[in-house]
């Protein structure tokens, strides 16, 4: 293994200090620009912590699917999954959490860091209904810090870039991959219907 970095002294021996904007930019209030960024993004990733350990999800649900419920203050919808609650698991035992926006076209992203709960609160649940379909939970978030990543990421990654997209056919298809795990599951029968079931379900 390579020899690691064990103190932060060590660390900022390596990089030196932050940019003095990188510290600047931060803010715990969603302003008039950041809300235009948390209504136009149609994906996110929550991250959070448990006894388990660390959880990284991602949620989408078209723009504005995470609500401004005041300026210091954002919610979102547990749609349907599978269960497993990962995200949810942690909050209940541990409320911090990090999100991070991503919005097609735009190089930056978007990051807040906070304080999250799980809630069954039905006036809060009742505008999160998609096609007649009513969330059963939905995570509002308490919002600590929040700033805008410069694009440097994404324009490596070339995430938006027309050649940059891959043939989905190159890659392992989800019934592969849970048979690469699970020898005898029926890859070929789960994926043959995993489309019609995915539009099932979605809601």
């Known amino acids: 293994m390579p020899t690691p970095i064990t103190t932060l002294d ?6 030196g200090e932050a940019v ?13 620009a950041y809300r235009r960024l948390i209504q136009a993004a149609p994906f996110f990733a929550v991250a959070s912590i448990g006894p388990e350990g660390m959880d990284c999800s991602p949620r989408g649900d078209g723009p504005g699917c995470v609500q401004i419920l005041d300026d210091h203050t954002v919610a979102f919808a547990d749609r349907r999954g599978n269960n497993r609650l990962d995200t949810l ?4 035992v541990d ?4 999100l991070l926006f991503l919005i097609p076209g735009w190089n ?20 999160f209904v998609v096609n007649g379909q ?8 308490r ?7 410069c694009a440097r990421a994404i ?9 940059s997209r891959i043939d989905p056919a190159n890659l392992p298809k989800a019934g592969e991959l849970v048979r690469s795990v699970v020898q005898d599951f029926d890859a070929k029968t789960y994926d043959a219907g995993l489309q019609e079931r995915q539009a099932k379900t979605l809601y």
């Open 20 to 32: 003095p904007m990188a510290r600047a930019k931060e803010t715990a209030v969603i302003n008039d």
């Open 143 to 149: 919002i600590d810090t929040m700033y805008f990543q």
């Open 10 to 15: 060590d660390l900022l021996a390596h990089y």
């Open 95 to 98: 409320p911090r959490v990090a």
């Open 134 to 141: 009513r969330p059963v939970t939905a995570v509002v978030v």
């Open 108 to 127: 930056e992203c978007l990051r807040i860091n906070g304080q999250a709960l799980v809630t069954a609160d039905a006036d809060l649940l009742d505008g």
């Open 155 to 163: 324009k490596r990654a070339g995430l938006w870039d027309a050649e």
């Open 89 to 92: 698991r942690n909050i209940v």
